[in-house]
């Protein structure tokens, strides 16, 4: 199961689009601001269907939920693909928006189930790390075809067409799933079961404290991250038109290269990080000291990022990115395994849930505040230093205060 695990994931990131998404809604003439808004659409959508999407699964089956994701997210992606309007983009976010809430927490509670059939619950960090080590994987070499996609048709609308082939895939291989992992569902569950169930995770999330905690800390490290990441597409664009390579190709293709170039090396490197979260965690004493030793280095990071992206120093910046991404794939795992150990067999898939609308949330609230900022200072010229400065020191900011307020040793 573990390679099923695995080739789930590596099928899940062969989102030739990801690279580039940014890219393209700049290609379709949106502003920033336009792409903050339109990335907060798709979280508040996400954010409605998150907890109810967990109920579903937890009380209905795991695999029919995931796979009802994975025909959202080909819709999604024709829509996207066809999409010639801001306005078409809604829609395509929509879909897009459904399949993230039927996924997110529901396969990683898949495995936690396999893991308790099995008797290997005390391996959760390392088989989950491993699994998800095969997601970025499956990025290295979506970026590289992505690249090759751009670059024969010379736009970026084609990356969602291909994008379709391995999501079909997808659906083939949770069809061999076993049934036990569809968790324990309840064949004559309605909509009062449903509530019920999820009124009952929703109490758990808000009567733990430490629960309280680790949800606000996905809020400040996951949903700050997500909004935050996209940057590093514009600011490799920018710096692939500053030097003198593969002058002879158009802007497309010259930015398509060198995105290609530290996205594969990003995967890449965050695979293996992802691989070794459990290893972090032993050094540190467990998931606990884990975690607080990646918040003091991620807040560093956007510290030292604030003054390089203020004089353009962009190949230090996006070393800076790369390494962001390291510390994510280091402190996601951690973060999983400290969730699971407050959630029950049949509230599994909802408890994650719940992290995940409140991942989502904080990028609905943080997209539109950086498209915002960012346009301000562009609009400003010059004289105000490079224009995604802000992008930093608003994560700068969030991350220094989860520091300053760490979790009481009387609540642990």
Not at 303 to 313: G, H, K, N
Request: charged share 15%.
């Amino acid at each position: 199961m573990i390679r099923r695990f695995s080739l789930y994931g590596f099928l899940k990131n062969q989102r030739y689009f990801e690279p580039f998404i940014i890219l393209f809604f700049l290609q379709q003439g949106l502003s920033f601001t336009q792409i903050g808004f339109l990335i907060a659409f798709r979280e508040l959508f996400i954010n409605l269907m998150e907890i109810p999407s967990g109920a579903v699964a937890d009380l209905f089956g795991r695999r029919r939920s995931m796979m009802l994701s994975f025909v959202s997210y080909i819709i999604s992606f024709t829509i996207f693909g066809f999409s010639q309007d801001y306005w078409h983009m809604f829609p395509a976010m929509f879909f897009f928006a459904i399949g993230e809430a039927f996924r997110t927490g529901t396969h990683k509670a898949m495995i936690f189930t396999w893991l308790r059939i099995e008797g290997r619950l005390d391996e959760k960090t390392k088989i989950y790390g491993y699994t998800r080590s095969w997601s970025k994987i499956g990025s290295a070499v979506s970026t590289v075809l992505a690249v090759a996609i751009v670059l024969l048709a010379n736009d970026y609308s084609w990356v969602f067409f291909f994008a379709i082939v391995p999501y079909v895939a997808g659906l083939v291989n949770f069809m061999f799933y076993p049934k036990e992992l569809e968790g324990q569902p309840d064949p004559e569950a309605g909509v009062r079961e449903v509530v019920a169930h999820l009124w009952e995770c929703i109490r758990l999330a808000v009567a733990v404290r430490e629960l309280r905690r680790l949800i606000i800390e996905s809020m400040s490290f996951e949903g700050v991250y997500k909004a935050v990441h996209d940057y590093l597409q514009p600011i490799v664009q920018n710096m692939a038109l500053l030097i003198p390579l593969f002058v002879g190709l158009e802007d497309i293709g010259r930015g398509a290269i060198m995105i290609g170039v530290v996205f594969v090396v990003l995967n890449l490197l965050s695979a293996y990080a992802s691989r070794s979260s459990h290893r972090l965690a032993s050094y540190a004493g467990g998931e606990e000291g884990g975690s607080r030793l990646l918040w003091k280095v991620v807040s560093v990071l956007y510290l030292a990022l604030i003054p390089l992206l203020v004089f353009e120093y962009y190949y230090a910046a996006i070393i800076g990115f790369i390494v962001l991404s390291l510390i994510q794939n280091l402190w996601r795992p951690i973060l999983v395994s400290r969730f699971d150990a407050f959630a029950s067999e049949t509230q599994g898939a909802t408890i994650l849930s719940i992290e995940s609308q409140a991942k989502s949330v904080a990028t609905m609230i943080v997209a539109p505040i950086l498209g915002v900022a960012v346009d301000f200072i562009r609009s400003q010229g010059e004289s105000w230093g490079g224009e995604f400065w802000p992008v930093a020191t608003i994560a700068a900011v969030i991350s220094l205060i989860i520091l300053f307020t760490p979790l009481k040793e009387k609540d642990k």
